[in-house]
């Protein structure tokens, strides 16, 4: 569980990841350290990195599927099990979400 100032750090680095600015490497580091632990903040950064390569469209059905947030956090990662072995493939999960 995250601390009220943790969680008002990271929500703080992320919102200047969603818009391109800059972020340290220091800051980068403590972002993904906390996102391989923590499901929220892995969300949190794969909705801000998705919101960084696509700027946001009024279209409203745009909005809402981003709202929903079911982006990709690797935009060319597309499984094909004729190609591809399934445990590689999940290779680069979380590892909270990572058999053991």
Known sequence: MLTTSTRIRIQEILKRVAKGSEVTLS??????????????????????????????????????????????????STYHPDQDDLGEWFSGAPTWLRRS
């Open 27 to 76: 800051e980068r580091i403590y972002i993904n350290k906390h996102a391989s632990s923590n499901q929220n903040v892995s969300s949190w950064l794969r909705k801000a990195s998705y919101l960084q390569r696509n700027k946001l469209n009024s279209n409203q059905a745009d909005e809402l599927l981003n709202g929903l947030d079911l982006c990709s956090s690797d935009p060319h």
